[in-house]
């Protein structure tokens, strides 16, 4: 629950998913569902060249079981806020 | 939930494209779908990716894509997609999905 939460505070912002095929889209992030489903919207793939598989696609639907990573813009994480969460989170409560 | 979640309601009988863990790219209509992302595609056709020529294209039809096997589910801008010219395009297919 905790990056549930975590991501919905980081709706509207851009970020960069990269998925477990390799590729990496970048847009804004529209929402995000308990799965960590994501939906992203004024999508572009970061490699457009090498993956013109997405090409007529500017908003999409990315399934929570093949994110790789979620890069994040740096004003979106509070480090030392998250690390007092995840260990809360670790101690049960 | 505040924003909805990421549901594919908004894309009902609309073209979307899918691409599937195996790496194969799915454009048809959106008819229905499940909690699982199981989704059903009417007039469905596979695009295949080739460095050798262009991108050729499949007719399939009616198909289910059982959730587990989707990796993305992009909305077709139908402007884009009619500016795009497909037998000019080359690429490697996408690669598989390694968990």
């Known amino acids: 629950m905790l990056f549930f939460s975590y991501f919905k505070d980081l709706v509207g912002k851009e970020v960069t998913v990269e998925l477990k095929n390799d590729l990496a889209i970048r847009g804004t992030l529209h929402s995000v569902d308990q799965y960590l489903n994501i939906k992203l919207e004024n999508t572009r793939v970061v490699d457009q060249d090498k993956y013109p598989h997405m090409l007529s696609v500017r908003n999409c639907f990315i399934r929570g079981s093949v994110v790789r990573y979620v890069q994040l813009p740096t004003e979106g994480v509070d480090i030392d806020l998250l690390h007092d969460a995840t260990r809360r989170e670790a101690r049960g409560g | ?99």
């Open chain 2, 1 to 99: 939930m505040a924003t909805g979640g990421p549901g594919l309601e908004s894309l009902v009988d609309q073209q979307i494209s899918v691409i599937t863990n195996d790496g194969r790219n799915i454009v048809g209509v959106l008819k229905g779908f499940d909690q699982a992302t199981n989704i059903i595609l009417d007039e469905s056709h596979e695009r295949v990716f080739s460095t050798k020529e262009g991108v050729q294209q499949l007719v399939l039809g009616l198909y289910i894509i059982r959730g587990d096997n989707i990796s993305v589910v992009g909305e077709l801008d139908e402007e884009l997609d009619s500016n795009l010219d497909l037998s000019k395009l080359r690429a490697h297919p996408l690669k598989p999905v390694i968990h």
